[in-house]
């Protein structure tokens, strides 16, 4: 992909840049304001670049967890346009010259209001920023999937994805990689009868076709088809739980997913 996009919230814009094989780095611009943050950004060039386009100076970068493909920018764009980075208070030792820690509770950024998730699974001290109704979470949340366990625990993550399960349905979902086929092909042996997961297969296919992203998706989109997510539906953990011979509870059919995922 060698473009971006862009979609209108009531009092931002979220610019979407397309960065490596399949990451995304979104770029908050406050309206009528000077204020430009940066999410995750992996690669400073691209961010650079995006800015130069805006005609504005990156004020805020917001690292929601420390892997380097989404704070490997953070000391070249820090040292460029002398931004504040804020991350995780769980995570900062691995947090490229952060200034601000935080962890769970309200969030203010200029004139934006929001809060931060705890939502470690992924990571041990992963968070979430949510601002109105746009999610920015990272790699815990993704279109029809969810991050690898790389520190964290199933239960961990299971309330992680619980906790984001809560917010309204239309919240968009701004997460960091484009992996929304691939994960929509493992839902399909998953949870093969569910008619909202193929309509949402035919139309995410179409729109990869066109090169377009299938990213933001929506909180009630990701409930209604993402197989990690589909647990909170009781009729789904009975179904799965008979077919795999396991114990209904969902975080026991979450873990048996996600295990399946693993082994795919």
């Known amino acids: 992909m060698n ?11 979220v610019h979407q840049l397309p960065a490596f094989a399949d990451n995304y780095i979104y770029l908050i611009e406050e309206h009528n304001s000077q204020l430009l943050a940066a999410v995750d950004p992996g690669d400073a060039e691209v961010v650079r670049k995006a800015c130069d386009s805006l005609g504005k100076t990156l004020t805020h970068i917001l690292n929601t967890h420390h892997h380097w493909d989404h704070t490997d920018g953070n000391s070249t764009l820090k040292s460029s346009f002398n931004c504040r980075i804020i991350g995780p208070e769980a ?13 769970e509770g309200e969030f203010t950024l200029g004139g934006l209001t929001g ?15 949510v601002i109105d109704d746009a999610l920015f979470c990272g790699d815990t949340l993704f279109g029809g999937g969810c991050g690898r ?12 994805l619980s906790r984001l399960a809560t917010l309204p349905d239309h919240t968009r ?29 035919e139309s995410d ?8 992203p299938t990213i933001p998706s929506t909180i ?8 990690f997510l589909r ?7 009975s179904d799965y739980a008979k077919r795999h011979q396991i114990d209904d509870d969902p975080l026991a059919v979450f873990t048996d997913i996600r295990r399946r995922k693993d082994r795919a």
């Open 231 to 237: 647990p909170l539906d009781r009729s789904f953990c």
């Open 3 to 13: 473009t971006s996009w862009s979609y209108r919230h009531q009092n931002f814009t």
């Open 149 to 160: 366990l790389f520190e964290g625990t199933h239960a961990q993550m299971w309330d992680s």
């Open 220 to 227: 009630g989109m990701e409930r209604g088809t993402n197989p």
């Open 115 to 129: 809060s931060v998730l705890f939502v470690p699974g992924h990571t041990r001290g992963h968070i979430a920023f």
């Open 205 to 212: 296919s179409e729109k990869r076709r066109k090169n377009l």
């Open 173 to 201: 979902v701004y997460c960091a990689h484009e992996y929304t086929l691939a994960n929509l092909r493992f839902a399909a042996g998953v949870d093969g009868d569910n008619s909202e997961l193929q309509a949402r297969i």
């Open 91 to 103: 995570d900062a030792a691995r947090i490229p010259d952060i200034d601000v820690m935080v962890g």
